[in-house]
């Protein structure tokens, strides 16, 4: 279990970016942090692995608070994916090894090629396995990133607007993919993310950030279109379509 | 290892194994070309001859021609193009960027102000004669000293720069084209209020010059290059992380900025160690690299290693060719480091071999 407590930050010349922050994520339990452009979102969840180290507050995994760890440890308790990953002239199979990075001591042990082959299998990655990552098409690229986090075996998952490059088919493969392994490995997911609807379909709760601090934070309740449209200062409707509840913008 | 095969046909270890492959060959090369390379010159003695004179036998004259001229040039050839390339590509890793070398970061443009310091008020150079090598570095230790204190002073300038704004790569890059700026100028201003004979033994030492080596200044840089190396080899798997962006390396658990300033460190003191021994070798530690991953790719388990044994080769196979096509005469081997390596370089960029892991 995740849990947030008091979470500041702020850079030296600006005000806080990030003001009180609290909440947590339950072991297979995927968050939606939506606000704004500027809202901190993407800030928080580099604060969250120390990417960015939060001038105040906790976060702990497990009753450990893990801002207090050295990297290592840090990276065996949590993944990150970025925003945009950078292309290399590695292959797959190597990327996703790199994921062992924090268990690797001189060279990967045995152990650790079995684990990267077995998320190359669940992840039906094996067609692409010897290729370079910069030939991967965009979609492709986001699986690999996936599945080198998950070789770090973390117990919480931060990613960073997994699908904001893909087309809607990629879109929905990946999310597909994060919920499953959000259920089948019991982690808990952050996941920061701009489409509303794509958010009402894959994630669990949601949580909206407004002028450096929560706006509210719940379950599917929490989106309604007073909620939105007083985050996003935009007119919304949220309407029920087969059960699912869809954003419709009005403006 | 277990096998671990792919639905693609291939095999990782297969793949692994082609990788392990390359860099036995560029072993097999290099020491094949280090045999041919002392067997040849303006006399040239068979290898039989070669091979005994190693061992202190044989014609005296061919002993003396082994044993003390070529060996050294050659031992220091390898030292000097491995050190330099491995340098180049850590350089080239932890910075981000594909130009980084030690001319780049200002690192020889140190030396050579360090050298110029020692020549002009240090009474360093001196002329023997007439002739076109009649130039010569009368206290080469002297000089070495000077110009190796230069380019750390280069080095920990950009460092402490770099430091105070947490080591960004641009800050390093930056900070190296001004200091190198700062250094050509200094080393110009020398040159013009210098005499003569000194000026002809500043531009001398900056031609670079395999021929300076001692077995002493081979001990010391093989030594510092040997064990940049080793440090470079531990830090792979950071290297390799530090390729998908500074966040996701963080995100693997490396702290960044010590590896980059410990990388640099250690990269910066190699090929300042070997420049204030030889002169100016600029273009090994830029192209090696960027051959090799023609070849491997970017993994620094094998990048390393390859690029290293590439810049020992390129090295070797310029200073044969600067001994041999006007020989006697020795052509100074920076011109010809960068005069063989640069048509080699723009084939392999349009020509693209290798792109493929496959392949």
Partial sequence: MLKIDALEFGYRAGGKILDDIKFDVSNGECVAILGNNGAGKSTMLKCLNKIISPQRGRVVIDDVDILKLNRLEIA??????????????ITVFDAILLGRKPYIKLAPKKEDFDIVENIIASLNLETLSLRYIDELSGGELQKVMIARALAQEPKVLLLDEPTSSLDLKNQLEVLKLIQNITKEKQIAVVIVIHDLNMALRYCDR????????????????????????AVYQVSVAVEKYKNQRIVIPLA | MNKKKTACGGNYDQYVRRKALIIV??????FMTAIFAICAGSADIPVSEVLKALFGLGAAKNVMVTVNIRLPRILMAIVSGFGLASAGCVMQGVLKNPLASASTLGISQGASFGAAIAIVFLGGGTIMGNNADAVT????????????????????????????RKASPETMILAGVALSSLFAGATALLQYLS??????????????????????????????????????????????ALECGEHTATGLGVNVSRVRLVGMTFASLTAATIVSFVGIINFVGLIAPHIMRRFVGNDYRFLLPASALMGAMVLLISDTFARLILSPVILPIGAITSFLGAPLFLYLIFKGVGRNAEN
């Fill in chain 1, 76 to 89: 065996k308790n949590t993944a990150y994916v970025a925003q945009k990953n950078e292309g290399n002239q």
């Fill in chain 1, 206 to 229: 949601f949580l909206f950030l407004k002028d450096n601090a929560i706006y509210c934070y719940g379950d599917v309740d929490v989106m309604t279109s007073e909620n939105i449209g």
């Fill in chain 2, 25 to 30: 060959a560029l072993v097999v090369m290099t």
């Fill in chain 2, 137 to 164: 570095i009368n206290n080469p230790y002297l000089t070495s000293f000077c110009a190796f204190a230069a380019s750390m002073l280069v080095t920990l300038i950009i460092l402490g720069l770099s430091k105070a």
């Fill in chain 2, 195 to 240: 005499t003569d004979v000194e000026m002809a033994a500043i531009v001398f030492w900056t031609f670079g010059d395999l021929g300076r080596a001692s077995m002493k200044s081979i001990g010391v840089a093989a030594l510092v290059a040997g064990g940049s190396f080793i440090y470079f080899m531990f830090n792979r798997w950071n290297y390799n």
